[in-house]
């Protein structure tokens, strides 16, 4: 009798411990699974919303950067004023008419590359110190990003200038033509966060000079680029 009651309760003892044991793995494997979960979340979460917010705001401050490094650096590079017949060179015949209409290429690609080296150090050096981005656009709740302290987000790159010359005719009255010409500027700038990265693009057209041409255009002028 005794031999049995002590079987017994060796028995139960044992099967207690084991239901413990099994609940404590149980317990583990759920909060592993929970962990899983939330760490997946939160990537996902930081891979999306934070990031797509984050970068739109750095995309918005670049941009308006961006233009105003462009102006400045044209202001910069054409100090001196430049004449339309410093760029473009109009023949007429005996009779008024325009027959050849020819642009300066050397003039035009130096005044380009100019504007395309002060544009770059220009944006560069805006961006150095960083973006202010608000704090509270970490977590990725676009109602709240606009609160909380600055941060100073440095994670952007000017990758190159781009700038191109054109011109636009319109008629002013009888046998005058309008001449505009104008540089576009363009900035390629990439932002990263994390192991992400998002590139784009901030363009500005700025008038350089412009001449009424007096007497009949020829139509591929007309067409033409410059």
Known sequence: MIDCTDEYIYCETFHVKNRKYRRRRVKRFLIFVILIVLCGYLFYHINGAVFNLVS?????YTYSAALSSINKAVLTSLSDEIKYSDLIKVEKNNEGEITLMSSDAVKINSISRTVCENTEKILTDRLKTGIPVPIFAFTGIKLASGYGPAVQYDAITVVGVNSDFSGEFTSVG???TLHSLYITVTCTVDIEFLYKKRSFNCSSGILISEAV????VPEVYLKGAL
């Not at 041409?213 to 009949?216: A, E, H, K, P, R």
């Open 174 to 176: 009888i046998n005058q």
């Open 213 to 216: 041409l007096v007497g009949n």
């Open 56 to 60: 739109e705001i750095c995309e918005d």
